[in-house]
């Protein structure tokens, strides 16, 4: 494939949204609790949970193999930033909705029809993928605009 690292790079956001995606549909699940959805919410909770795995493998698999070239070129233009905060951040704060995509199928296997306080975590653990999936997507297009304006400069 002539283009594959430019279909990685765009893999693994694309199944990031997907996976956050599913977190909202299995948190609006939550909200209407009850035995007519309990099968459509777990699977909402699994598929985000599978996606959010893919995602990982994916982006892990740009990181070790495509990225060096990207941060060498970020740390040199105007915004280094984008490597030194966001992608640093970035690479440790995505373990935590990692775990918590991984959890989220768990809690909804659990009694959530017969206990407020297991909906209620489920619903906090199906927010929590959500924001912090979302904080994962703007931090991703920071780092993308620091390279984009790393090639800028160098060609100016």
């Known amino acids: 494939m002539p283009y594959s690292s430019e279909f990685i790079l ?17 948190f609006v699940e939550l909200l209407n609790a009850k035995s007519q959805n309990l099968v459509r919410m777990r699977l ?4 985000s949970a599978i996606l959010m795995w893919a995602t990982y493998i994916v982006a892990g698999y740009w990181y070790v193999t495509l990225y060096a ?3 060498a070129l970020i740390k040199a233009g105007p915004w ?20 918590l995509a ?11 029809l017969g206990r407020r306080g297991v909906r209620h975590l ?18 991703g297009a920071i780092i993308s605009m620091g390279a984009k304006l790393a090639l800028l400069a160098k060609t100016a």
């Open 102 to 112: 991984t959890l989220l199928p768990i809690a909804t296997f659990s009694d959530v």
């Open 122 to 139: 489920a619903m906090w653990i199906a927010a929590l993928v959500v924001l912090t999936g979302l904080a994962m997507e703007g931090s």
């Open 69 to 71: 070239a990207d941060k």
């Open 80 to 99: 280094p930033l984008a490597h030194g905060l966001f992608m640093e951040t970035k690479e440790h704060v995505f373990f935590m909705v990692l775990l």
């Open 44 to 47: 909402a909770s699994v598929t």
């Open 10 to 26: 765009l893999l693994h956001p694309a199944l990031g949204v997907l996976a956050i995606m599913a977190s909202i549909w299995t």
